[in-house]
């Protein structure tokens, strides 16, 4: 038996001493039973017993937006500043998976830190190692990367830390952001499909108008024959894409459009709150989108109901899961009318022109069985089922009524187009 010195924290508070193990793995495991995170051991001689690890100065860390290390080229500006949220849960997964096989904190955010690549996520896991080492608390040296790590994800290191079980924490953590991943994933699948098969139509129709349609206009000019009114429109409407002048005005006026609604939608919380009802009011996309917003609700008050977090303090959070304000309006009248006694079940079926009228009706059976945790869990579960359900019907209906529509676009052209062969042929029988 070797005797270690070990740093850590429990209960929230920094604690060191000295324990006897066979190795620092087992000591390690024996301290993680009395609710200590461990942050580093050493050997009873001062010396740490991790060898050959890299300094904490060796690894190249700066703000330029192109980096040069060892060979290699990261870039630092732009979408590459940013932490994608696949780094994130790589390094959450990291993280938990060496905490719950007993190596310190400290040790596993610097072997992770080393094996990764994204400039940004190394450039945070290293101040976030440098603080460690300079007595910060967990807690406190995640918070100081507010862009990274939001709200929800600083509540649950929280609760870890102050509860001694930040294995435990992590580990709902990792699948909280899988599930994240999970619903962006099938939103953007939702939306891929119809927006391809339109960006199709549009190429087609434009090709055609502006390379078909003039042939057959010139055809019809040297036969001398009266066009009908629907392929007057065809022609017209090719004459007009042919004009570089025109096709300017219509760029113009989407930039200007684009422009105005960027500026009004990020400026005008007025107008945000509009345009967040018309979009919950879409056909099935609407739908798609309360779904997802509540399973993700419902899971974040989950974990914090499981932290001993109080309701109206999980509510506030609950609210960085969307960014509609709809929601997020919602969600503050229920905070603030909490504190009048009345029960949440109660509060979320006046709220049942947002909120689907399960919702309130699954928190009333929680209520009733005193276990919330477990109900908020099922009701996220429940959710996420009928989100995945509303994706398959969608890429069911979507397929055909695109199809469909490519070919309405395709035929009306066509027809048009031939019509005037028609007219001379019913004549000349």
């Not at 209960?11 to 942050?39: F, H, W, Y």
């Not at 910060?136 to 990274?148: E, G, R």
């Amino acid at each position: 038996m070797a005797s270690f010195e070990y740093a850590g924290v429990q209960a929230g508070k920094k604690v060191t001493g000295q324990i006897s193990a066979s190795n620092p793995k087992d000591a390690a495991l024996e301290l993680r039973k009395k609710k200590i995170i461990v942050t580093s051991i050493k050997k009873g001689n001062g010396k740490s017993d991790n060898k050959g690890q890299q300094s904490l100065d060796d690894i190249p860390i700066s703000n330029s937006p192109i980096i040069l290390a060892k060979g290699n080229i990261y870039l630092n500006f732009g979408p590459w500043a940013k932490v994608p949220p696949k780094e994130l849960l790589q390094f959450t997964k990291k993280v938990a998976t060496m905490i719950k096989a007993g190596l310190p904190i400290l040790e596993s955010i610097m072997m992770i830190r080393d094996q990764t690549v994204h400039m940004k996520m190394k450039m945070t896991a290293h101040t976030i190692i440098k603080d460690l080492n300079a007595g910060t608390n967990l807690t406190d040296a995640f918070a100081k990367h507010p862009k990274v790590f939001d709200n929800i994800y600083l509540n649950m290191i929280s609760a870890g830390e102050a509860s001694g079980k930040l294995d435990e924490f992590l580990v709902k953590l990792v699948e909280l952001l899988e599930k994240n991943a999970k619903i962006k994933s099938g939103i953007k699948s939702a939306l891929f499909y119809p927006v391809m098969l339109l960006t199709v139509a549009s190429v087609i129709t434009i090709f055609m108008l502006w390379k078909v349609v003039p042939v057959f206009e010139k055809m019809y000019g040297a036969m001398g024959v009266k066009l009908p009114a629907a392929t007057l429109v065809i022609v017209n409407a090719s004459r007009y894409i042919a004009d570089p002048a025109n096709i300017l005005r219509i760029v113009l006026i989407i930039v200007v459009i684009r422009v105005s609604y960027g500026f009004l939608y990020k400026n005008v919380e007025g107008f945000r709150h509009v345009m967040h009802k018309r979009f919950l009011k879409f056909p099935l996309f609407g739908e798609l989108i309360v779904k997802a917003t509540v399973s993700r609700m419902c899971m974040i008050m989950a974990n914090l109901t499981r932290a001993g977090v109080g309701i109206i303090d999980t509510l506030k959070i609950s609210k960085s899961v969307t960014t509609n304000l709809v929601f997020i309006y919602a969600l503050d009248r229920i905070s603030k009318q909490i504190v009048t006694g009345q029960t949440l079940s109660t509060l979320l079926k006046n709220e049942e022109h947002i909120f689907p009228p399960a919702l309130s009706q699954l928190t009333a059976v929680g209520e009733k069985t005193g276990n919330m945790e477990e109900m908020f869990q099922s009701i996220a579960t429940y959710y996420e089922e009928e989100f995945d359900a509303v994706v398959a019907a969608l890429s069911s209906i979507i397929e055909p009524l695109m199809i469909v529509l490519i070919g309405a676009i395709i035929g009306v052209l066509m027809i048009a187009l031939y019509m005037p062969i028609f007219s001379i042929g019913q004549a000349v029988g």
